[in-house]
């Protein structure tokens, strides 16, 4: 946020009586994980290099955000279902 400007007020934890995360505390993360796994497409496909251990590393991260990414969006959907 700070990068972007965007102005935030203090609040060190979400206080929604809802338990649901606005969109914007994820937009670092989503756009980590598109970053992401462009450059390691570009890289695998493109410039034909094959797997080291950066590279392994890398693929775990990409994993791994879009793990946590699909955690949240399917406790979102389940917050939005028992409303």
């Not at 990068?3 to 914007?24: A, E, H, M, W």
């Not at 290099?49 to 693929?59: E, V, Y």
């Amino acid at each position: 946020m700070a990068v972007s400007r965007i102005p935030l007020t203090f609040q060190p934890t979400p206080k929604s009586t809802d338990g649901r995360l606005s969109l914007i505390w994820m937009i670092p993360q989503i756009a980590a994980t598109i970053l992401l796994t462009a450059g390691l497409l570009y890289t695998v496909i493109v410039k034909d290099h094959r797997i080291s251990i950066l590279l392994l590393f890398a693929i775990g991260q990409g994993m791994l955000q879009f793990l946590f990414l699909k955690q949240w969006m399917s406790a979102d959907l389940l917050t939005r279902r028992r409303k």
